[in-house]
């Protein structure tokens, strides 16, 4: 997947067996030994980038009642765009929800695989230049209006509350490094 893809994937979203390929997928990966880094990148090529198709299959898996199924299902979503979180309010919502019924344990995994999509080491630019700042700004409101949408205390709140905060933190950090090369 790092290098361009060379295949025409369409056809595959037409293909009667769709559906299927993506549940192949999810049932490699509910064995733990057979996350490879590598299999969220080709699930998001081969979902189109997380199609309603392809979310409609993960949330089987979410609704199965399954913890494996259920974190099967969030460890493909790891190399998801920042954006996912963001335009797939009750998709997430719902995953969150139900991770918190399995306990905080399987909650917690199930956030991490969330927050996987919003790697602060995306940056690029001129060094020095605070070309990121801005963005991060507008998307640490965005998250912490999102947050505020849910009721305080349920698992969607304290994921985005805790997110709007990371991203905070992080923003925080880099100007910090940015000022102390800078001296």
Not at 41 to 69: A, G, H, P, Y
Request: proline letters at 3%; a negative charge; one cysteine or more.
């Amino acid at each position: 997947p790092y290098t361009e893809f060379s295949l025409k994937l369409d056809p595959l979203a037409e293909s009667e067996e769709y559906k299927d390929i993506i549940r192949d997928i999810l049932d490699y990966v509910i064995n733990p030994l057979n996350r490879d880094f590598l299999i969220p990148e080709l699930f998001k090529l081969i979902s189109f980038n997380f199609s309603s198709t392809s979310l409609n299959v993960l949330d089987e898996w979410i609704n199965s009642q399954e913890t494996e199924r259920l974190q099967a299902a969030s460890y493909l979503l790891r190399n998801a765009p920042k954006s996912f979180v963001i335009n797939h309010l009750k998709f997430v919502s719902n995953l969150l929800e139900k991770a918190d019924e399995f306990g905080d344990a399987c909650y917690e995994t199930i956030c991490y695989d969330l927050q996987e999509s919003f790697s602060m080491s995306e940056y690029s630019g001129i060094l020095g230049e605070n070309s990121y700042e801005n963005g991060d700004i507008a998307l640490h409101i965005k998250v912490a209006n999102i947050a505020e949408q849910f009721i305080r205390g349920t698992p969607s709140h304290k994921f985005y509350q805790s997110l709007s905060k990371n991203i905070k933190e992080s923003n925080e950090s880099l100007r910090k490094f940015l000022e102390e090369i800078d001296d």
